[in-house]
Nanobody, 128 residues
Framework: HVQLVESGGGSVEPGGSLRLTCQVSGDTPSNHAMGWVRQVPGQAREGLAHIDKDGRASYADSVKGRFTISQDKAKNSLLLQMDSLKPEDTGMYYC??????????????????????WGQGTQVTVSS
């Protein structure tokens, strides 16, 4: 049973950066497909960044080129480096593990929203 605990959220001005950390317990991140999901009140959850067991990453168009997902094997954690942040990046960010595999109608990133394991979330606010 994988347990996920996020940290690193906070408030930042537009154009700024934050790095989110997901501490993984119960197993090692490289044994699982994992990713990050964003929830904005009143909107559907959005898969942002996916990393497979081999370390290959994929991103939603909304964050491609600005966000970077990676594994820190030494610390048994998953990271999300967020640069060039925009006000529309504001939301609750969740670390997730074990999403279903991609299908013809659903990419790996989109599948993150129905992942098996979820952290408690960390709030990110981007405003001036």
């Amino acid at each position: 049973h994988v347990q996920l605990v996020e940290s690193g959220g906070g408030s930042v001005e537009p154009g700024g950066s934050l790095r989110l950390t997901c501490q993984v317990s119960g197993d090692t991140p490289s044994n699982h497909a994992m990713g990050w999901v964003r929830q904005v009140p009143g909107q559907a959850r959005e898969g942002l960044a996916h990393i497979d067991k081999d370390g290959r990453a994929s991103y939603a168009d909304s964050v491609k080129g600005r966000f970077t997902i990676s594994q820190d094997k030494a610390k048994n954690s998953l990271l999300l480096q967020m640069d060039s942040l925009k006000p529309e990046d504001t939301g609750m960010y969740y670390c997730v593990a074990d999403p279903p595999a991609a299908r013809d109608y659903m990419t790996a990133v989109q599948a993150l929203v129905v992942a098996l394991y979820w952290g408690q979330g960390t709030q990110v606010t981007v405003s001036s």
